[in-house]
């Protein structure tokens, strides 16, 4: 029996293998051990995975968890600890987001995989393993492409005034934020990454808008001069991408990729069905 996570900052997705190869799947909220602890992580899976799974299943399976915030030694600890608390006798591996979107869109070929969705990341993948990892610095030094980034991009500019009249009062009406409650919930609330990224829907559903086509290309063409361009093979080895950025804004990803010279295979929203796949197969 296999249990497989992938976990970003804003939710979860969870596939079930039993010994038969029937899949199951579940979702719970996002899990990340930079903003939360292990009573917290332990707590989610108890309280929104347990109640779904089969009986008996906390007792066994073979579990690989694949996390954000996941590469630090001491993160990666903790996550270990709280998925033990909740599956005391599981077999449990804990990897990076990254590591599992390479396997989920490259399978066992190399290419190179990178994440857009809430944060972003990217790397060089031989076909079983991540080779080269531009770190990524996050949603306040960069994260550039992600939902973060573009929420951010957009939320600045709305605070300046410097969006288009319409645009900015369609956007007043829908959310009804003060600027007091903006800045209140991106310094002092918690998940100001997740907060920032919501704002992401509201940019794809005015995507008829020049403005908001140009900030998504912006915001792109960054993650590609930033990050893609500055792996020496980004001509030679295609470049595939999971998460809901990468996903929903496809077209303006692909026209920025083929400016910058950049050949993009697979996109896909969420990397667990190519996980799935991936580890039926190993």
């Not at 033990?84 to 490259?106: H, Q």
């Not at 399978?107 to 993948?125: E, F, K, R, S």
């Not at 995507?207 to 030679?236: A, T």
Request: hydrophobic share 35%; proline share 4%; with cysteine.
């Amino acid at each position: 029996m296999i249990l497989i996570a992938d976990s970003g900052s804003t939710k979860t997705d969870w596939r079930l293998i039993d010994d038969e190869q029937k899949i199951r799947q579940f979702s719970s909220q996002g899990i990340n051990p930079y903003f939360q602890t292990n009573e917290e992580i332990a707590s989610i899976i108890r309280n929104e995975l347990l109640p779904g799974l089969p009986p008996g299943t906390e007792k066994g399976p073979e579990l690989f968890f694949y996390g954000a915030g996941c590469r630090a030694a001491d993160k990666n600890e903790l996550v270990k600890n709280a998925l033990s608390e909740v599956f005391p006798d599981a077999k449990i591996s804990v990897e990076t987001d990254m590591l599992g979107a390479a396997r989920s869109v490259c399978g066992h070929n190399p290419g190179i995989a990178a994440i857009l969705g809430t944060g972003m990341n990217t790397c060089v993948y031989d076909g079983k393993q991540i080779t080269e990892n531009r770190t990524s610095l996050g949603y306040i030094l960069g994260d550039e492409g992600s939902g973060a980034h573009l929420g951010k991009t957009f939320i600045t500019d709305f605070l300046n005034d410097e969006l288009p009249a319409a645009l900015s009062e369609r956007f007043k009406e829908r959310f009804k934020l003060t600027k007091d409650e903006i800045i209140n919930s991106v310094y002092k609330k918690p998940m100001p990454n997740r907060y920032l990224a919501g704002f992401s829907k509201f940019i794809y559903q005015n995507l008829k808008e020049q403005y908001m086509i140009d900030l998504v290309s912006g915001c792109f063409s960054g993650f590609f001069e930033k990050h893609i361009c500055k792996y020496p093979q980004h001509r030679e080895l295609k470049l595939s991408c999971a998460g809901s950025v990468a996903f929903y804004y496809s077209n303006i990803l692909r026209a920025v990729a083929e400016n910058k010279g950049v050949n993009i295979d697979t996109v896909v929203e969420t990397p667990i069905a190519g996980l799935t796949l991936y580890h039926l197969e190993s």
